[in-house]
């Protein structure tokens, strides 16, 4: 069932500067979001939640936010969709990544519940080249479940 939502492009510019530029000055760096929500508005258009972002400046020196920090952003009784740039450790190297969420909150409103499902399609198909993906519907099964840990 699709829901005729539109994507605005305030969330593709997102995306597109969350990617990973191997040609930043550490000025370009710090101001590089980390961590991003997104929400339908009312008029059912995906966009960037105002104040839920989050820059690699805002959390020091390093780029190593805690994903267990992020997850806490995410909203009690609503849905959302997110990206968060991983950062991990394989045998070879440090690697960053853009893990793709769906959040459905257990608690959120079939209704949201539904849209938000429906809509997700949209979201992804603007997100070309998304490594990781993760659904949930608690804090705790989120947390659990960070797909790039498991390399």
């Not at 040609?23 to 760096?29: D, H, K, M, R």
């Not at 508005?41 to 839920?52: A, R």
């Amino acid at each position: 069932m699709a829901s005729h939502v539109a994507v605005s492009d305030g969330v593709v510019k997102v995306f597109n500067d969350m990617k990973v530029h191997k040609s930043l000055t550490p000025e370009e760096v710090k101001k590089r979001k980390k961590a991003a929500l997104f929400c339908l508005s009312e008029d059912k258009n995906i966009i960037l939640e105002e104040g839920k972002e989050v820059l690699v400046g805002d959390v020091g020196q390093t780029v190593d936010f805690p994903y267990t920090t992020f997850v806490k952003m995410l909203p009690d009784k609503d849905c959302h969709y997110a990206l968060y740039s991983a950062t991990y450790q394989t045998k070879e190297s440090k690697k960053e990544d853009l893990v793709f969420i769906f959040w459905a909150s257990g608690s959120a409103p079939l209704k949201n519940k539904m849209i938000y499902a429906s809509s997700k399609d949209a979201i992804k198909k603007k997100l070309t080249g998304i490594k990781y993906e993760s659904q949930a519907d608690c804090y705790k099964a989120l947390k659990d479940a960070a797909p790039w840990q498991k390399n």
